[in-house]
């Protein structure tokens, strides 16, 4: 690690502790993948070798290490005073490789992040009298005692269920059930880890929450902390929706449109908006839902393609000097106008080691030209 960062593990198996200084010395590389839409995952590398006192029974490793199968792990790393939790999550694999002429032996331990234990089991419930707001409430309370808070934030619509014609139900496991519903409203569903060891928060509300991250900046001289950077353009995945939907009360077929996005725009010339005339349009049919529930549906299509332009890069974590997550907006600048600005982060890959911290990113937004006159330093 770099001299100005500073990486801690911990781990055990219900609460994670510091490890072992022992243990910290053998520790190789850390390598952590944070997604949009899939849980996060880490892969810790150690050295096994056989040395020290006991080493004739057993690698020191397997010895002692709190790394077991189904421990909670948490991985820290702190730039001068700042702490920040890049991982909170759950051991799911564990592999051991002796060494070989030129190899070394090498212990991987491998996880997922803590939305895991909302994935272990599937039911078939019901939730009666509960619109979807409530369903969520009611699934996250009963983690509370795993360290997992609940950030939940109301829909634009709601659709309250009348007992005597409906109670809502689920099949699946109870992280199936809030991205189902979370995929109707157009919003994200996901663990966000810290802010301490041990404790996370499941999020459960719209794309692009919370102030901006600190800048990429790229083309700058001194002042860069970005290696490479790369724009694309996907013109097919903006579209518009259309069709119609039958009211389950009277039976009347009503018609349903969106070809606006409701997201905050990021922006200043979205390609939604500069090429409306020659963008795909898709037909929904529905049946059985209400009509709030149907336009909310395929307002939610339109809001999932909005993002045309994508960026890939790779930073330099020393120099960036924090961490950058996905699921959230970061400024970029030195880039140009056409692409300068605020971007929603997509996915980030941390892999950190001696000497070394290095993020490469997915960044998307919705056109070309920025909206602020700056972003954040």
């Not at 983690?143 to 009348?162: E, H, K, N, S």
């Not at 409203?185 to 901006?212: D, E, I, L, Q």
């Amino acid at each position: 690690m770099p001299a100005s960062t500073l990486l801690r593990v911990f781990a055990g198996p219900v609460l994670p502790v510091p490890l072992p200084p022992e243990l910290t010395s053998r520790l190789r590389s850390v390598v952590v993948s944070e997604r949009e839409n899939d849980r996060s995952g880490f892969t810790l590398t150690f050295d096994a070798g056989r040395s020290g006192p006991g080493a004739a029974l057993d690698t020191p490793v397997l010895q002692r290490a709190p790394i077991t199968p189904f421990a909670r792990v948490s991985v820290v790393v702190t730039f001068g005073a700042v702490s920040r939790v890049l991982v909170d999550g759950i051991v799911t694999s564990v592999d051991f490789t002796p060494g070989a002429e030129t190899a070394a032996t090498t212990l991987t331990v491998i996880g997922e992040d803590v939305s895991y234990l909302l994935d272990r089991e599937e039911v078939d419930t019901d939730h009666p009298g509960l619109d979807h707001y409530q369903q969520v409430h009611a699934i996250l309370a009963r983690y509370a005692v795993d360290g997992i808070a609940a950030d939940v934030v109301p829909p634009r619509t709601a659709d309250p269920p009348l007992p005597v014609e409906r109670v809502p139900t689920q099949h699946g496991t109870d992280l199936a059930h809030l991205t189902a519903l979370a995929r109707q409203h157009g919003y994200v569903a996901h663990v966000r880890p810290g802010p301490v060891p041990g404790t996370s928060t499941f999020y459960w509300g719209p794309v692009r929450p919370g102030a901006p991250q600190r800048a990429l900046t790229a083309g700058s001289g001194s002042e860069a902390n970005v290696r490479s950077l790369r724009f694309r353009t996907d013109a097919l995945s903006v579209v518009a929706v259309d069709g119609d939907l039958q009211e389950p009360r009277s039976g009347t077929r009503l018609p349903l449109a969106a070809a606006v996005s409701t997201r905050p725009p990021l922006a200043a010339r979205p390609l939604w908006a500069a090429h409306q005339g020659s963008i795909r349009r898709r037909r929904i049919r529905l049946s059985g839902v209400s009509p709030v529930a149907g336009l909310s549906r395929a307002q939610a299509e339109v809001d999932r393609g909005v993002d045309a332009v994508t960026a890939e890069g790779e930073l330099d974590g020393a120099r960036y000097g924090d961490v950058l997550r996905p699921r959230a907006v970061v400024g970029v600048r030195g880039a140009g106008w056409s692409h300068d600005g605020l971007w929603y982060v997509r996915r980030v890959d941390h892999e950190l080691g001696p000497g070394f911290y290095t993020q490469r990113f997915t960044l998307a937004r919705d056109g070309y030209g920025s909206l602020a006159p700056g972003v954040r330093p």
